[in-house]
């Protein structure tokens, strides 16, 4: 009788284990664990322009053509796929001591707060290489300007005043639930215009679909979902 209880507390403990949520410390930790979790949705595509993925082992590439993008500057960049920090690294940490002491590779080196933030799956997305070294750290806005930059990818980043004006359409309702989530689960301080502007875009464009999906496959993963999705989703 001994036996049998010790051997069904191992097995509820093995079970237990096994459906521990994996939480991800790493920003490198978190792209893995983000190609997998891609690579089981076929019909998955890149932020901001929409193009399909390419997978060849670990590695991810956007299909050019299916979206109609044009590079701007950097065709060799524009052909793989990096993962877009949609609330940049730069703005939730660089406030933080270690990166004032030796930016960001110090604070990933020494900060355990700054690495929960920057391998958050929530904030990251794969986006066309070229777009997400433009996008830089510059702010979200709306200006009504012609995208006319990545051929027919509706991505529009404005240098001179340091700002994006992404696609209409679901691509803004993400961008602002992943802003209003960082903003809510690490106390990162949002401009009222800022702030006004994402309410805004999440109400104009509630979650459906995969974003739904990608919300519940990474709460999966990470052991904790995008409630500003989870409300949209239900």
Not at 1 to 22: D, N, Q, R, Y
Not at 109 to 132: Q, R, T, W
Request: hydrophobic letters at 30%.
């Amino acid at each position: 009788m001994h036996f049998i209880s010790s051997l069904a507390l191992t097995l509820l403990a093995g079970l237990s284990l096994l459906s521990a949520p994996l939480h991800a410390q790493t920003f490198r930790e978190a792209k893995q664990d983000l190609v997998k979790l891609y690579r089981s949705q076929p019909n998955a595509t890149t932020f901001y322009c929409g193009c399909d993925i390419n997978y060849q082992g670990k590695k991810m590439s956007p299909d050019l053509a299916s979206c109609g993008y044009e590079p701007r500057k950097q065709p060799k960049r524009a052909a793989r796929i990096e993962w877009e920090h949609v609330v940049p690294a730069w703005e939730f940490g660089h406030q933080l001591q270690c990166w004032q002491d030796g930016g960001r590779k110090n604070c990933e080196k020494a900060s355990p707060e700054f690495n929960k933030m920057e391998g958050d799956m929530h904030n990251l997305f794969p986006a066309i290489g070229e777009v997400n070294g433009d996008r830089a750290n510059y702010r979200f806005s709306d200006w009504n300007g012609k995208p006319d930059q990545y051929g027919q990818c509706q991505m529009l980043v404005d240098f001179k005043d340091r700002r994006v004006q992404p696609p209409k359409g679901p691509v803004r309702g993400q961008i602002a639930r992943a802003y209003l989530y960082m903003s809510q689960q690490y106390g990162l301080r949002l401009a009222a215009q800022q702030r006004k502007l994402f309410e805004a875009w999440d109400r104009q464009y509630p979650a459906e679909g995969w974003e739904c999906e990608r919300n519940r496959l990474i709460g999966t993963l990470q052991g904790n979902t995008n409630p500003f999705i989870e409300k949209q989703c239900q």
